[in-house]
């Protein structure tokens, strides 16, 4: 969809960030470089979700809507798959990006940790393919788990995209493998007819 009056292409920039300390400058970041592929960026924490008034599971049940009615909006979601809090991709935005692949909408994912999930797994002491408590190791060179891998894959063609090689600084604002499925994005959206 081209021409005056034509809306960008809205990505939802899923991921971890919403946890970090500086979360809101990170959302605004990321938004600003998506704007420099010809994307409109949406960040979860843009709409904020008050909680006056509500319990903690109310709050929290009002927030999940929230991002929900915000990918409902969005054309392809772009999602931060770095390792957070253990070896694999936070929930949340496994959720997300899930939940976009079951729209049908573009599955884009990165992640600032380069190499393979199974590299991040420590294996145990009498058996490689299995952690220290006995369960196996997902190994199928695959970034994260197959399933993750599977929905950008299967969404596109594409892979989740990672930089050869890990930052010294903080992963959330290594911006390198963003701007690679940011530019992938952009390619796949640039013809396809776009929602209001």
Not at 12 to 39: D, I, M, N, S
Not at 101 to 106: D, L, S, V, Y
């Amino acid at each position: 969809m081209t021409g005056a009056g034509a809306r960008r292409p809205r990505v939802y920039l899923a991921g971890p960030e919403v946890f970090h300390p500086q979360a809101a400058a990170l959302g605004r970041a990321k938004a600003a470089l998506a704007a420099e592929f010809g994307l409109e960026g949406l960040f979860p924490l843009d709409e904020a979700v008050c909680g006056d008034g509500l319990t903690p599971g109310q709050h929290g049940l009002a927030i999940y809507r929230a991002d929900i009615a915000m990918m409902d909006r969005c054309d392809a979601i772009v999602a931060n798959l770095t390792p957070f809090r253990g070896p694999h991709a936070d929930p949340g935005t496994a959720f997300e990006l899930g939940y976009m692949r079951a729209q049908g909408k573009p599955c884009l994912a990165y992640s600032a940790a380069p190499g393979a999930l199974a590299d991040r797994v420590a294996p145990g002491a009498d058996d490689p393919t299995r952690d220290a408590e006995g369960y196996a190791i997902e190994d199928f060179a695959m970034a994260d788990n197959l399933m993750l891998a599977g929905a950008v894959f299967d969404a596109d063609g594409g892979a989740i995209e990672a930089p050869p090689s890990a930052s010294g600084d903080d992963p959330f604002w290594d911006f390198r493998a963003l701007r690679a499925s940011l530019a992938r994005a952009a390619a796949i959206l640039a013809d396809r007819p776009r929602g209001p």
